[in-house]
């Protein structure tokens, strides 16, 4: 059972204008959600989270938005930049040791 | 900001050959640090969590003594694969956790490991 799940493999997005990623879960025990992006043969770097106490979390160009009732999170990127253009991947921890379960990703593509 | 460091971050040998990755935490102490695995264009499959001064849990469907894992203190924990066959070949990925459990998890920047 896939309780993390990123339903777009990919999306294409033109420079300056907005990037919105898309991922759903299933599991409602989740209570903190995060965003790592990650290039070919490197390990992901942690972008942004939010905790399910809240809504929204911004930080700068990152928003990350959160729809309990719906069980889904978006990442926002505006403007998006070519070098945004990487594998994005939501993920929720849970267990004793807070493990992380990742969903299948979203490549981002941002075309100049 | 925290660091996690791999070792190495490619690794070509024959069949048969026991691999052995570390994965260091380089400014934080981590009691925990997961092992993944991700294949092409796929997600990160956790293998396992290894937890210092203990034995490593792992992940149903995958082989402790296969996979051995050892977390001998605060700042380093290994992953050896032994015995590897061309069907271990992956990427794997290690990362950390501050010994207060604070996320955001750390990660290595994988290695990728070929077996012939």
């Known amino acids: 059972d896939q309780q993390v799940k990123q339903n777009s493999p990919s999306l294409s997005v033109q420079e300056g204008r907005i990037s919105i990623l898309n991922c759903d879960y299933t599991n409602s025990m989740f209570d903190y959600f995060l965003w790592y992006k990650k290039y070919p043969a490197e390990g992901p770097t942690f972008l942004i989270s939010?905790?399910?106490?809240?809504d929204k979390n911004e930080d700068g160009r990152f928003t990350v938005f959160l729809n309990k009732s719906a069980k889904h999170l978006s990442l926002h990127i505006v403007p998006s930049q070519p070098g945004d253009s990487a594998v994005y991947f939501c993920?929720?921890?849970?267990?004793?040791?807070?493990?992380?379960?990742f969903g299948s990703g979203t490549q981002l593509t941002v075309l100049p | 900001g925290a660091v996690v460091s791999q070792h190495p971050s490619r690794v070509i040998c024959k069949s048969g050959t026991s691999v052995k990755i570390e994965c260091r935490s380089l400014?934080?102490?981590?009691?925990?640090m997961f092992w993944y695995r991700q294949f092409p264009k796929q997600s990160l499959m956790l293998m396992a969590t290894s937890n210092e001064g203990s034995k490593a849990t792992y992940e149903q469907g995958v082989e402790k003594d296969k996979f051995l894992i050892n977390h001998a203190s605060l700042t380093l924990s290994t992953l050896t694969v032994t015995s590897a066959h061309p069907e271990d070949s992956s990427f794997y990925i290690c990362?950390?956790?501050?010994?207060?459990?604070?996320?955001?998890?750390?990660f290595g920047d994988g290695t990728r490991l070929s077996i012939l």
């Open positions: 990362s950390a956790r501050d010994t207060l459990g604070n996320q955001p998890q750390h």
């Open positions: 400014d934080f102490q981590a009691t925990t």
């Open positions: 993920a929720a921890p849970s267990g004793s040791a807070r493990q992380l379960t």
């Open positions: 939010i905790s399910s106490i809240k």
